[in-house]
């Protein structure tokens, strides 16, 4: 059988590794669940604005993704920093601080319980290997020791990992924040994963790299069996069967054990999946008909150590004729927040409570939570049920690759980690 490719899923990793395959010439076919590419970017107009209501962010040493961007030319634009004319907010139960640094003053005890958990942290990525069924709860009561610090890293693990400390293995958290160049690098804006935003939305980078792909790539189709042994491939999916030489997994993991495979995955490999989980991700979008929080000195930003928000930012900082809020809410905080039949109203309160009342006032409202979207379940990350963190050489074969973010070596969760997981899962593919 000549060298065709089968790849199973749209986002960004799987649809990076079709632009591989296709470059080197070799024959692929792309097959994704939904009705839509991306995975779990999506852009939408809301209000008349094109806001992220998936994958935001881009910077600092995510060169994998910057790289690809720039080869297409897709444009970014800087994330606003605070400075002494335009303000961050940093907001605990009963404080809303405006403050021109990256980090705000708090009173010293509490500045100091941050830094120590901090520099704790980083100390045991390098050093600690925690037992498998060890959440990270007791690490952060430990390391954090006021309850401002620990409003502050119960912030973090909702927005990195979707989840609360309880609900993550510290094995996992230390090994997934070894590769995404630690805490501080994901926490920062400049020089960090935060530093940029693509102009036209990150929808725009998804349809360059699908646009560059010679090959088919089809939607509305979900895979249901894999047929594997020494000579190829058979993929099975509604509508159509797909022989290849080899198959590229590129879909969140918690969904792999919905499909058949023959012969069966390792059997430790498939349970491991199957109790996996993605964490718990939702977004909501205020738009308004400008963007007045400039006017009283402010970047838009705003971080929560309470809750049911932990982040806002200004979705449109390079536009100034309109105005978008985009609220990040993560964990059980998310869980809660969209259980409400109320939630925008939810939301609307908090918004007023950081900038005052222009913000009761939007032009229209959006929301999403992950895990309501079908063949994705949630976001950013799929959180393994004891242990490190998933790696794609425990689950490749011969004929079986395995892509998505989670995979990275580097940067995993983020669009940058699609980007290489999705170049690694098919080197040597091809080569005699």
Known sequence: MGTHVVVVGAGLSGLTAARELSRRGIA????????????????????????DLGAHWVGGSQDAVLTLAAELGIATAAEPLPNRRSRQIFATADRVRRHALELPLLPPRDLAAVGVGVARLA???????????????????????????????????RLIFGADPDQVPARAVLDYLAAADGLR?????????????????????????????????????????????????????????????????????????????????????????????MGEYAKTVAVYDRPWWRDAGLTGTALLTSGPLQMVVDGHPDRSDVGVLVAFSGGRAAADLFARPNR?????????????????????????????????????????????????????????????????????????????????????????
């Open 28 to 51: 692929v076919t792309v097959l994704e669940a939904a009705d839509r590419t991306g995975g779990k970017v999506l852009g939408r107009t809301i209000g008349g604005a094109h806001v």
């Open 123 to 157: 100390l045991a990525v390098r050093r600690d290997r925690p037992s498998p069924l060890e959440t990270a709860l007791p690490l952060t009561e430990r390391w954090f020791r006021t309850p401002v610090a620990q409003g502050v890293a119960l912030t973090f693990f």
């Open 185 to 277: 690098s994901i926490a920062s804006v400049r020089d960090g994963a935060q530093e940029r935003l693509f102009v036209d939305g990150t929808s725009a980078l998804i349809d360059a790299v699908a646009a560059d792909i010679r090959g088919d790539v089809v939607t509305g189709a979900p895979v249901r069996r894999i047929e594997h042994d020494a000579d190829g491939v058979t993929v099975h999916a509604d509508g159509r069967t797909v022989p290849g030489s080899h198959v590229v997994l590129a879909l969140p993991l918690p969904e792999v054990p919905a499909l058949a495979f023959d012969p069966p995955l390792p059997e430790a490999i498939r349970l491991r999946l199957t109790h996996s989980r």
């Open 344 to 432: 925008r109203d939810i939301v609307l309160r908090e918004l007023v409570r950081l900038y005052g009342d222009d913000a009761a006032r939007p032009r229209e409202m959006a929301d999403i939570t992950w895990s309501a979207e079908p063949w994705l379940r949630g976001a950013p990350t799929a959180l393994p049920p004891s242990g490190g963190r998933f790696r794609a050489a425990d689950l490749t074969t011969e004929r079986i690759r395995w892509a998505g973010t989670d995979l990275a070596d580097r940067w995993p969760g983020y669009l940058d980690g699609a980007v290489r997981a999705g170049r690694a899962a098919v080197v040597g593919i091809g080569r005699t």
